[in-house]
């Protein structure tokens, strides 16, 4: 019985897969606001009827994508979290990275970037559970920067969220866009250095 049970849930999590992918992929192809639930059943062979058995809507669909995108993100800062250099330098290495990721989104994937711009402005809680796990890792490197004498002793929940807002200049994509190239902003160095030398 239970081969049974793992054999339709195994076939299930395929046909979502298979959905998120085409649907990723026609978001960043057409964008998400021309592309229906429609065009990713046309895509895949499949009547929307058949979409609807696995997300509710176009919408859900996309929360599911933005949450595949972002799990992307919250890797590569893991992965950073763990390198074998100072807390300093890996907050350092975290926000430029962070910035990065937002500028490559917002001027060389514009597709992908008006994506996240509809998921921040309908308030998604894909977003909000990203911001946490985000700052869970800001956190970690922090207390870790307090256990080695870099830091200075502090809360490193209230560090980390702190830090997050006063760099949200460099993540959040409609802030990038508007600071992009204004000679009276901050430059991205300027603000983690400064965010940094706050910690100490």
């Known amino acids: 019985m239970n081969d049974v049970a793992d054999s339709i849930e195994a076939n299930r999590q395929e046909n979502i897969t298979r959905i998120l992918d085409s649907a990723e ?3 960043r192809h057409y964008g998400y606001s021309k592309t229906t639930v429609a065009d990713v059943a046309r895509d895949l062979g499949m009547s929307p009827a058949n979409i609807y058995r696995f997300f509710a809507s176009k919408t859900e669909i996309h ?6 995108m972002l799990a992307g993100s919250y890797q590569q800062a893991l992965e950073i979290s763990r390198l074998p250099i100072s807390a300093a330098d890996r907050l350092r290495k975290y926000l430029h990275t962070q910035h990065q990721l937002v500028l490559t989104a917002m001027l060389d994937q514009e597709k992908v970037h008006e994506m996240v711009v509809v998921a921040i402005e309908r308030d998604w809680h894909v977003i909000e559970k990203h911001l946490d796990r985000m700052h869970g890792v800001v956190e970690g490197i922090i207390w870790q ?3 080695a ?4 002793e502090q809360d490193a929940a209230v ?4 830090l997050g ?16 190239a204004k ?3 901050a430059t991205p160095e300027e603000l983690v250095e400064f965010a940094i030398k706050a910690l100490r």
């Not at 929360?63 to 595949?68: E, S």
């Not at 004498?149 to 200075?152: D, K, L, P, Q």
């Open 183 to 185: 000679q009276n902003r």
């Open 149 to 152: 004498g870099e830091f200075a």
């Open 165 to 180: 807002a006063a760099t949200v200049n460099l993540c959040h994509p409609q802030m990038v866009a508007q600071c992009l």
């Open 159 to 162: 560090a980390a969220r702190c």
């Open 25 to 27: 992929r026609l978001f």
């Open 63 to 68: 929360q599911a994508v933005c949450g595949r």
């Open 145 to 147: 920067g307090i256990q």
